[in-house]
């Protein structure tokens, strides 16, 4: 009896406590009176979005600023370069899909469980957005904090959100990922040229040492020109056509303009594309040291690869060469060190000797 009993005294315990939590992350019993529930998180939105003209999410001392210029998405804080049209459309159209759901805490010293504390705050990951018109007029604003996948079943998300300056939180019912830096904002793509469309390709080391590739015609393997030395052998066998695919999904790491990233008279690699249709991309590459600090403060110097392209063609390559020197000739890159070592590929990266019988 004494056993069961204290059995029943521990089940109630435990069930207050969870009523306690739940009554202090949510509503209570009266949640579902609330007006606010099943309604937009961003009133009007839907109705309005071709007026949004400006874009704001501000997390911890980081913020990042879009901006619709003649029709085009760009990023403030990387001198106004392009943004992922993509992740606009994606981000504004789920903002206007997001509806109440649950009030959950209204308690600040609560809200870092939700993540919808002031985002301004040290090691905050809140992030705050806000949409403005063109005439600068602030149309919403709210806190976003963590996502919750499938929390209502069958492939509905919901995420945590708060109005600034009102002390109630909600669960919002949607799909919203917010990328949560500046970069991941950026249109990262800076060239999709086919392997299979490089009909050649010569890379140019800074001693003017050469690596030559071509192909007698479309669909015919790539040679080494000059052949295989003697007894040397490749060390892969697709090892040139990783070479042609260089500028396949070539991605940026960071993006600057040209004029900040000064190119030495020496030291720079060269790679020069040729494709079957007479588009010439050349790209200059040269490494440069770079220091940051860690969230300690600690400074780490690591060496990043910055490249440059230039474009031209010839015939029904012209317009071609044209639009992408439009799109990129004003903008130095960071690239991954992958495309890096490509692009200052030598000879002594792609052979090796012949195993002796």
């Known amino acids: ?49 071709g007026e949004v003209a400006r874009l704001t999410v501000i997390r911890g001392d980081g913020k990042t600023t879009l901006w619709r210029r003649n029709g085009v998405w760009v990023v403030e804080e990387k001198n106004d370069y392009p943004a992922d049209a993509g ?44 949409l403005s018109d063109a005439s600068g007029k602030l149309m919403s604003e709210m806190i976003f904090g963590k996502r919750r996948y499938d929390i209502f079943g069958g492939g509905n998300d919901g995420i945590y959100v708060r109005k600034p300056g009102e002390a109630q939180s909600w669960l919002a019912n949607g799909s919203l990922t917010l990328p949560t830096s500046t970069l991941d904002w950026v249109d990262r793509s800076i060239t999709m040229i086919k392997g299979d469309d490089i009909a050649s390709a010569r890379f140019i080391a800074p001693d003017n040492t050469v690596v030559a590739i071509s192909r007698a015609k479309p669909g015919a393997p790539l040679q080494l020109v000059g052949g295989v030395p003697k007894g040397k052998k490749l060390k892969s066998s697709d090892a040139l056509d990783d070479l042609a695919r260089a500028l396949d999904y070539f991605t940026l790491d960071d993006v600057e303009p040209a004029t900040a990233v000064p190119f030495p008279d020496k030291g720079v690699s ?73 692009f200052k590929t030598r000879i002594g990266d792609l052979i090796e000797p012949e195993k002796s019988s």
């Open 1 to 49: 009896m004494r056993s069961s009993g204290l059995f029943a005294l521990f089940g109630v315990t435990i069930a207050a406590v969870i009523v306690a939590i739940v009554l202090s992350l949510g509503g209570g019993g009266s949640s579902n009176s609330d007006p606010r529930i099943n309604q937009p998180v961003m009133t009007g939105l839907t109705q309005r979005l």
């Open 87 to 130: 992740k606009v459309k994606t981000t504004l159209f789920g903002l206007a899909a997001l509806r109440y759901a649950e009030p959950k805490t209204s308690k600040p010293d609560l809200y870092s469980r939700l993540d919808v504390e002031n985002p301004d705050k040290k090691g905050s990951d809140a992030q705050l957005l806000t």
């Open 270 to 342: 060269e790679a020069i594309y040729t494709t079957h249709d007479g588009l010439t991309v050349t790209v200059y590459m040269i490494p440069r040291d770079e220091t940051t600090k860690d969230d300690s403060g600690k400074a780490t110097t690591k060496t990043k690869y910055w490249v440059k392209l230039i474009a031209a063609g010839t015939g029904s390559a012209a317009k071609a060469a044209a639009k992408l020197n439009q799109r990129v000739a004003a903008w130095a890159y960071a690239v991954p060190d992958f495309k890096a070592n490509t």
